[in-house]
Structure formats: C-alpha cells, structure tokens
C-alpha cells in the first residue's frame, strides 16, 4: 500500500490531534499531561511555518498515519544551525515503516535548509525510539537523569545526535 509524505494543513490537524493526545494520554514519548486542543495544534503548525520549518504528514487511503516536524533547539543565535524533531505515528502503524519514511524526508529538509545538526530528546525507557534512531546515525551523547516527571515517576533525557554535513 503506498504512502505518501506531503506538507500538512490545517485539515490534518485533526488527525494529527489524535496521534498526539493518544501519546500524551498513554505514553512517555511526550512529556505533557493534559491533552491539546485543536486550537493548539493548530497554532503549533503555524508557528513551525512562520518560522520556515516543516511540518509533514504521512497519508495513507486518505488517512494521515503519522507526522513529523522540526523546530528551534533553543533561542539563542548561536543554535541557529541546531533543530530538534518529532515524529510519531498512529498505533496501528508503529513498525511498518512510516515513521522511516518521515525522518527520512525530515533529515533530508534539514540538509536541504543547510542545517548542521538534528537533535532527538527521549525517554530513556523507550528503546524502541533508541534503535529507530540509531538506524539514521543517530549518536546518544547524553543522559540527564530525572528530567521528567510523568505518570508518578521521574524519567531520564536521552539526548541523541545526527550531524547532517
């Protein structure tokens, strides 16, 4: 079955929605605890497009399966070469390739906007995100112990590394 990677518009926000308040409700992957709104998802798009990142989707059979997008590491000037990135899929396309698919098309926007590093920041429990993105070059070169606080239990930061020159 093909899938597509496109750009994403405010009508996939939606589904978008329900990728992310499923990870939020259910998973460590992201570290809030109260679900998002459409209005906040929304504004999140928008903010990424004003500032010249990418925000892609994963559509199959009219159904978007998964996203992906970069964004700022931190504020200063000095990170200006330096994005952090998200992808996620639905839980029905978890480990059939889409998430590749996404990153894939992310480390390639990145070249492409001469950025020189992609930074990964997750949860030290999810493995499987580990190796996802080990597969890419990705480096661990970092651990900040009990960063988080999620589900009546403290979690590490792995913070993992692409150099995309």
Do not use: C
Not at 24 to 52: A, C, G, M, P, V
Not at 87 to 101: E, Q, R
Request: charged fraction near 25%; aromatic fraction near 10%.
């Amino acid at each position: 079955m093909s899938i597509t990677i496109r750009v994403a518009t405010i009508e996939d926000m939606p589904s978008v929605l329900e990728i992310v308040n499923h990870e939020i409700l259910h998973s460590t992957s992201i570290w809030d605890y109260d679900i998002r709104t459409l209005e906040q998802q929304i504004s999140i798009l928008k903010e990424k497009k004003k500032h010249n990142f990418p925000f892609i989707v994963a559509e199959k059979k009219g159904k978007i399966i998964g996203f992906g997008t970069y964004g700022s590491f931190r504020f200063k000037v000095g990170y200006q070469f330096t994005v952090e990135h998200s992808v996620y899929t639905d839980k029905d396309s978890i480990g059939k390739g889409v998430g590749k698919l996404l990153m894939t098309r992310l480390i390639t926007l990145a070249k492409a906007q001469k950025l020189h590093t992609m930074i990964g920041v997750i949860d030290s429990e999810n493995k499987s995100s580990i190796t996802f993105h080990e597969k890419f070059g990705f480096k661990t070169v970092g651990i900040i112990k009990e960063s988080g606080y999620k589900f009546d239990r403290w979690l590490d930061s792995v913070f993992m590394q692409l150099i995309l020159e």
